[in-house]
């Protein structure tokens, strides 16, 4: 399960003007055609995909259950991949 939240850098409580600003910085960041990197339009779809998600408040809310869900029913994988997120962000 992906963290769209750590996709845009933001906490999980970030109101809906941060998630934009967040994008928008991310976005210009990785646009492909501002950034030569071979993975910027892998990343620029997640950002996207991020965006999409968390300026929804439906879809919001229904994948907050699910990360909490995760937590609850599989926490050795939700905390793997908590970590692995995390640390990887962190290298780059």
């Given at each position: 399960m992906k963290d769209y939240y750590a996709v845009l850098g933001i906490e999980v409580d970030a109101s809906l003007p941060l998630?934009?600003?967040a994008y928008r910085r991310k976005a210009?960041?990785?646009?492909?055609d501002k950034n030569d990197s071979?993975?910027?339009?892998i990343k620029f779809r997640e950002i996207q995909e991020a965006y999409d998600l968390l300026s929804d408040a439906g879809k919001r809310q229904a994948h907050d259950e699910n990360r909490r869900r995760s937590l609850i029913e599989n926490p050795l994988e939700a905390?793997?991949?908590?970590?692995?997120?995390?640390i990887h962000k962190v290298l780059q």
């Open positions: 998630i934009k600003s210009s960041q990785f646009h492909p071979p993975d910027a339009p905390a793997q991949d908590i970590w692995h997120t995390y």
